[in-house]
Nanobody
């Protein structure tokens, strides 16, 4: 599976962005998918994950503000981000794992996109 993330940009605090991740390959529907982010001088951290069945799990820091979704017919993964805060500023990566369940562990993912920059100004 090859992944291509897009949709990042500059937004004011309180605003919204929608990230997309286009996947190639016939196995997308069976993959667990996730979003991770990495801010300057910080470790990559988990944001959200969705399993092949549609089950979801979020980091506490984004719960209630971000929504992860997938469209298996279009091979796309999305992350709707609302009520953005300056601390959400980071490069966001989409990732896929052969195991179809949700996972918050970066090392359990087999495929990674190239990242898209999200900057939230105060």
């Amino acid at each position: 599976v090859q992944l291509q993330a897009s949709g990042g940009g500059l937004v004011q605090a309180g605003g919204s962005l929608r990230l997309s991740c286009a996947a190639s390959g016939r196995t997308f529907s069976g993959c667990g998918m996730g979003w991770f982010r990495q801010a300057p001088r910080k470790e990559r951290e988990f944001v959200a994950t969705i399993g092949w069945s549609g089950s979801t799990y979020y980091a506490d820091s984004v719960k209630g503000r971000f929504t992860i979704s997938r469209n298996n017919a279009k091979n796309t993964l999305s992350l709707q981000m609302n009520s953005l805060k300056p601390e959400d500023t980071a490069v966001y990566y989409c990732a896929g794992r052969i195991g179809g369940e949700t996972s918050s562990t970066a090392t359990s993912y087999d495929y990674w996109g190239q990242g898209t920059q999200v900057t939230v100004s105060s």
